[in-house]
């Protein structure tokens, strides 16, 4: 027999690891560029010698 005596409290558990990764995925999708046009400008002062 099944136990759904903490379904609530795993439901809300289940629904802040949701989040929490959707907030993970999110910061990587901002910060992945903008650490790519970092090294692409980093790069560049360094191919032209400044």
Do not use: C, H, W, Y
Not at 18 to 45: H, N, V, W, Y
């Amino acid at each position: 027999m099944l136990d759904f005596t903490n379904t609530p409290e795993r439901r809300r558990k289940a629904k802040k690891a949701r989040e929490r990764k959707t907030m993970l995925l999110l910061g990587l999708a901002i910060l992945i560029p903008a650490a790519a046009s970092a090294i692409d400008l980093q790069s560049l002062g360094v191919l032209t010698g400044s």
